[in-house]
């Protein structure tokens, strides 16, 4: 079945610095490819999309490109803010059409 | 509208308490989703309506019953739940047949049983 794996957390990186969660992911045929992001005490927000090989989604300074070679999805961030702490939820949408999340990645950067 | 609503926000209830859990979208959506959390923890699918009907029930212990009175609200009964059962509990909702789009999920409900 699906699949997704994350990097393990937490990851605690200073304002500015340069962030890379890792995502890989498993899945038959061509899923499409997502970040979320959820802030303490809320729910879920969508922070990009890929949904085909070599795609890049782009959302408030974060990058992530669909790499089916290497089947990753791995988001990037040039220069991160302590409003970027949060916990970051790769997931894919295969043939099944349900989401599968990978185990999440808790975010804190530190002033 | 883009939001997901759900009410209320907290609740607490004891284990023989029966009380319900509410969502509604507007955005046009056929298909809806109700998720549990737990801290640290991915959201875990437990229930999923499309076009009203229920199409994926993940095992869910009878102490939590889902309805779908209409195309936007989407409700879950719990009745004679155990703390483990505490949690946030998401609801969310896609177009049922595209794979290109994700979910949008709304803020949760925060339950503690007690």
């Known amino acids: 079945g699906d699949s997704v794996t994350q990097m393990e957390g937490p990851v605690t990186l200073s304002e500015e610095a340069f962030l890379t969660i890792n995502c890989t992911y498993t899945?038959?045929?061509?899923?499409?490819l997502f970040w979320y992001v959820q802030y303490p005490g809320e729910g879920l927000q969508l922070l990009l999309k890929a949904t085909k090989a070599d795609d890049k989604g782009s959302n408030k300074g974060f990058e992530a490109t669909y790499r089916k070679e290497t089947t990753s999805f791995h988001l990037e961030k040039g220069s991160v803010q302590v409003s970027d702490s949060a916990v970051y939820f790769c997931a894919l949408k295969g043939s099944a059409r349900q989401l599968t999340f990978g185990s999440g990645t808790q975010l804190t950067v530190l002033p | 509208d883009t939001e997901v609503t759900q009410t209320p926000k907290h609740l607490v209830m004891g284990m023989t308490n029966k009380k319900s859990l509410k969502c509604e979208q507007h955005m046009g959506h056929r298909a809806m989703y109700w998720y549990k959390q737990k801290a640290k923890k991915p959201p875990e699918l437990m229930f999923v309506y499309s076009y009203e009907k229920l199409s994926i029930n993940e095992s869910v212990p009878s102490r939590f019953s889902p309805e779908c009175p209409n195309s936007s609200l989407l409700n879950l009964h719990l009745h004679a739940l155990q703390p483990e059962d505490s949690a946030l509990y998401l609801c969310a909702s896609s177009q049922p047949s595209s794979g290109n789009y994700g979910y949008t999920f709304g803020s949760g409900t925060r339950l503690t049983v007690v």
């Open positions: 899945a038959t045929g061509y899923p499409s």
